[in-house]
């Protein structure tokens, strides 16, 4: 048995780097069977990794060795960031097989990202009832709980017993892959509360499906924003909600898996728009997109950078007088531009889990402050003594240490006060916080530290 | 009706502004009657978010006045920044109740956080079973798949029917409050696959449970750690992962909402370690624990800042003779700064989520230096444009724009290496790599732009 063969038979499941390797052989060697016994025993989410993986013509060439076998659940995997190119490469009739055995929220995630020819094709491979389905749900807003629920909904009237319920499942032609909870109604399909599969399973048959009802019941509007869905998910500890339309009458239900991916999401953005790396950043985005979407923060970056530039400009005679400032000044900014990151992380997070609020939002500022102006002392008190002993000169190392004093505590102002006040006037304040935390940081931290050199020092 | 029973009444059973502020009220009227009729509709996780916002003299009053009604729910709710000082204020009758009616993987949580007496007093609160299971699971290596688990499980052997396996569950004693599957076990207790319960429930009686078995499976060993858990949960779509001892043998198995409570946090570590903030950072706490925590990031800070200013000193000579350098040189060091986060935030959330493999590693890292080469020739160009006019020094202009290509190249390199290094031996690169690249970057933004300046300009 060859090594190849041995990976392919091999029963960890996993995409490690000895089968890559081996997948790359096969590539190469252009050997679909190998390909196919390579890639079977793997799980749609790996296969769908390992296309991201591959630079571009080494994934065209996997579409074209493996294209019959790619289905509806590998299609739903792949990042959207390449999408639109495995689509592109897929015969037409592999592809709407692949489509109609996905569930419609499926579907809908997949249209959403795609360009408008693209959708139509997809589109017309469903079936009539499906392709209704997801129209509609794309007339909800771009990501509203409506996007996001499946609309195959497991219901029961409230007065069902256990035994009804069984006996209804089990004559049901069709039900759906995930749910976790039977959803009572009343006769205008308005949701009264929901029972859950592991209770029913252990209740004899006569009991009442009402008896059995959660004591914690909630549902929400299809309009509702996605990051809202995940927050009631995460803060609840829910495995299914309920979506009702405007009529409170049951559309639709979100599982936990949904919701689990909509958080990573959500956090994902919040990570790389602090860092000021657009939104659609992936690691299969192509040169120039990478390079477009940080230009725009490098830019408005460029912008605070020469504000504080004009602010050193005005104290350029003081430098010309005395060098060691211009050697010095950098560590002020630095301090503060840390210190304010800190503070400003620290804010959008509780933000954004909701810990921040009018509630305790001066309270928190206050400890802010106090960090500040503690860990403003401390190390204006370390670099008064590195300074003074550096250039020998006492008022120097008092100049310093001040101005550290200074901007950390304008710093910790900043980085508190600035993402409340954009949350407030509903600008994200993950996305916009820093160009402004920084601007605060560096004018402070260079204007206290030259204003003083110049007053005292001169 | 006063306006604070109508809050106490209305149905809306949100933590709302109104309804904190009539809590407030109750809390300052020594009302223990109206404030029991003010919390009791809230669910447990938003009492233990009201008080966390709380300041702790008002949260010593809530307890006092509403100490009767907290429950395990609540306890277990409670951030671990607070959730001493609660177990504290908290009569132990009413402690040793709450802590009975939990599952022992939410007492294990619990106890996790607390100092040595503490945990001895809730040991002892709880009944024998427990105490053994719990003393088990806290065998297990801290940040465990153990330490997470649930030991309640609802196995069946192989062979059973749905009928059989129905029957089971209708005559059990006990059954988990979250189970989403029954998993089939052989003799031995080794797992070998699970039936959701949504198939049970709509198959006949007399069905094999093994014909019934999902396609995927997976296990986690006890010893895993909970990151890998979250990952698996995330990457496969999982509601509940069967975990097994070191013999393969089931030990309990994990459900998806504490797979999603710890991707939840392990996104909050990611962020905070980035931006320099101690692990344990919560709105709640104290003012010393909060400047203590940041102090350490602010103090490696100083440490590279100083080096940049050693930097800066080689060139005091060039700075003397022309102070527009002085001016001009911040810019370059914060835009390399800007550019090198960027790119290291890209690459800590790739290595994060496991995007960033051996396998395209190279591909990247050219694809960042390329974006790095790009940004830095349109920034280079537009910085020599507005230095040039500024002090109308053509060399000047050059300088600039040259020394901010250079910067930006090796903030983009370093940016993804450092980060690729790290996890190569075992340091997270969330925690550590921040302070590696700005070094990179402040020692070449400095080192390019006043070398370039001393050898052409002077």
């Known amino acids: 048995m060859t090594e190849i063969e041995d990976i392919a038979d091999t029963e960890d499941e996993a995409l490690d780097r000895r089968r890559v390797s081996a997948i790359l052989d096969a590539v190469a060697a252009g050997d679909a069977g190998l390909l196919t016994d390579l890639l079977e025993p793997l799980h749609a989410a790996d296969i769908a990794d390992l296309l991201e993986q591959l630079d571009p013509s080494?994934?065209?060439?996997?579409?074209?060795?493996?294209?019959?076998?790619?289905?509806?659940?590998?299609?739903?995997?792949?990042?959207?960031?390449?999408?639109?190119e495995v689509i592109e490469n897929l015969p037409a009739d592999v592809l709407a097989e692949a489509v109609r055995e996905l569930d419609t929220d499926d579907v809908v995630d997949i249209l959403e990202d795609l360009e408008e020819p693209q959708q139509e094709i997809i589109l017309s491979a469903l079936e009539d009832a499906d392709r209704v389905a997801v129209e509609q749900a794309l007339?909800?807003?771009?990501?509203?709980?409506?996007?996001?629920?499946?609309?195959?909904v497991v219901v029961a009237p409230e007065h069902w017993t256990v035994g009804e319920a069984i006996d209804h499942l089990r004559g049901a032609e069709w039900l759906p892959d995930q749910f976790y909870h039977v959803i009572l109604v009343d006769p205008r399909m308005k949701p009264r509360g929901y029972v859950t599969l592991g209770r029913m399973l252990s209740s004899r048959r006569d009991i009442a499906l009402r008896d059995l009802m959660e004591d914690s019941f909630r549902t929400v509007r299809a309009t509702e924003e996605e990051a809202d869905v995940a927050y009631i998910f995460t803060q609840y500890h829910l495995i299914s909600l309920p979506v009702v339309d405007e009529n409170d009458r049951l559309v639709g239900v979100i599982t936990i898996d949904d919701a689990m991916t909509v958080l990573d999401e959500e956090h994902e953005e919040d990570m790389l728009r602090m860092a000021g790396v657009g939104d659609e950043a992936s690691l299969s985005d192509s040169v120039a997109e990478a390079a477009k979407g940080r230009a725009v923060w490098l830019f408005v970056n460029l912008l605070t950078a020469i504000l504080a530039s004009l602010v050193i400009d005005l104290f350029a005679d003081t430098i010309d007088q005395m060098v060691a400032l211009a050697v010095l000044m950098p560590i002020v900014a630095s301090m503060g531009g840390n210190a304010g990151t800190q503070t400003m992380t620290v804010a959008v997070r509780a933000l954004a889990t909701r810990d921040l609020t009018a509630q305790n939002a001066l309270r928190i500022v206050r400890r802010e402050i106090a960090v500040g102006a503690i860990n403003g002392m401390a190390f204006g008190l370390v670099m008064a003594l590195v300074a003074g002993f550096w250039f020998g000169v006492p008022m120097l190392a008092g100049v310093i240490g001040l101005a550290m004093v200074l901007t950390l505590v304008a710093a910790a102002l900043g980085g508190i006060v600035i993402p409340m006040a954009l949350e407030r006037f509903d600008i994200d304040p993950a996305l916009a916080s820093g160009p402004f935390v920084t601007t605060v940081t560096d004018v402070v931290g260079f204007f206290a530290f030259l204003g003083l050199a110049s007053w005292l020092l001169l």
């Open 139 to 152: 007339s909800y807003p771009d990501y509203s709980a409506g996007r996001l629920m499946q609309r195959e």
């Open 58 to 84: 080494d994934r065209r060439e996997v579409l074209r060795l493996y294209s019959g076998e790619i289905d509806g659940e590998i299609l739903s995997e792949i990042d959207e960031s390449i999408r639109e």
